[in-house]
């Protein structure tokens, strides 16, 4: 047991639990470390917990995930209702590819906004926290911003090339394969940006985590930026570059299947995590925020009693 130093005050410690380990701290003086773990028990003594962040910054975190979120819940609407429209369809003796095309034109829009939810809720959940002074040039949450700005650009490029493409023609092979190589260029470039969100993605959250003593979410971020990012990328790149037939027979077809649907499943995983620490980052951050404005409630009734004492107190004169 480590016993902290205390110093005289004229009232005593409100909060009657400590926050990191929960002894009992009701009678000690204020301000007043905790006589069992030595953590300050004063909240306005702990800088690095996410409740006495700048409420600016907080509400940037609280709209970033709640952006993110409602991306999330885009892409998995118009995920299922593609499947609901390609699987009876290929079933029915279609083709499952071009069924795709019965998908509305709404659905385009809804992908537009799913991007731009998502892509617009990290850029804000990356915002810097104007109470860190310390930030390394390279911290996670610029490997957000980065990530995020790096693929928007390849994206809009590549769209733009696509529109370029379809302009040229028919005639110019030599053009239509520098459009083609460009594309691809593009399109892995977004692949790569998009593992660099990632990775700054899950060591952001788990710095979160650390600030609101959530040793489950700071393990989980960690884990999703240095092995989830890298497994996320490589998959991609080999569902790109390897080029095999799902109705080949073949000993290293049949080999590739299998890989490929266990590396698929393993994305799922990455993605449920990803999930979940949205998820947690919400719930974390909308308790901050409550108990910013309890702590900011308090502050203003223990204001206006000492003003009312000090007025009956000259009228009292």
């Known amino acids: 047991m480590s016993v902290g130093h205390t110093t005289q005050a004229s009232h005593t410690v409100e909060r009657q639990r400590c926050n990191e380990c929960d002894y009992p701290l009701a009678g000690l003086p204020e301000p007043v470390v ?24 907080l509400r940037s975190l609280w709209l970033g995930v709640r952006l993110i979120r409602w991306g999330l819940w885009g892409w998995l609407a118009i995920t299922v209702a593609a499947i609901l429209i390609a699987v009876p369809w290929y079933f029915l003796g279609g083709d499952g590819e071009a069924a795709l095309t019965l998908i509305p034109l709404a659905a385009v829009f809804g992908f537009l906004f799913v991007i731009v939810c998502i892509g617009v809720g990290l850029w804000l959940m990356a915002s810097p926290d104007p109470g860190v002074t310390d930030e390394p040039r390279w911290s996670p949450r610029r490997l957000v911003r980065i990530g995020v700005a790096g693929a928007a650009v390849c994206l809009a490029g590549a769209f733009g ?15 239509l394969r520098a459009t083609e190589i460009l594309m691809i260029i593009l399109l892995h470039g977004a692949l790569v940006f998009a593992a660099v969100h990632l990775h700054g993605f899950g060591r952001h959250t788990a710095l979160i985590a650390r600030r ?26 080999l569902m790109t570059l390897t080029p095999f037939t ?19 499943l393993a994305m799922w995983l990455v993605l449920i995590l990803y999930c979940g620490q949205i998820d947690r980052l919400r719930r974390h951050v909308s308790h901050c925020i409550v108990q910013r404005q309890d702590a900011d ?17 000259l009228d009292g004169a």
């Open 34 to 57: 905790c006589p069992e773990c030595g953590v300050p028990a004063d909240p306005n003594l702990r800088k690095d917990l996410l409740r006495n962040a700048p409420p600016g910054y």
């Open 161 to 175: 090339v696509w529109i370029a493409e379809s302009a040229i023609q028919p005639g110019a092979a030599l053009l």
């Open 212 to 237: 609101v003593n959530d040793r489950r979410s700071a393990v989980a971020g960690s884990l999703l930026g240095w092995v989830g990012a890298p497994f996320a990328f490589i998959y991609t790149v």
């Open 246 to 264: 799902w109705s080949s027979d073949a000993p290293e077809t049949i080999t590739l299947k299998f890989l490929f649907v266990f590396a698929g």
């Open 297 to 313: 409630a308090h502050l203003l009734r223990v204001a206006s009693s000492g003003c009312r004492n000090e007025m009956e107190k």
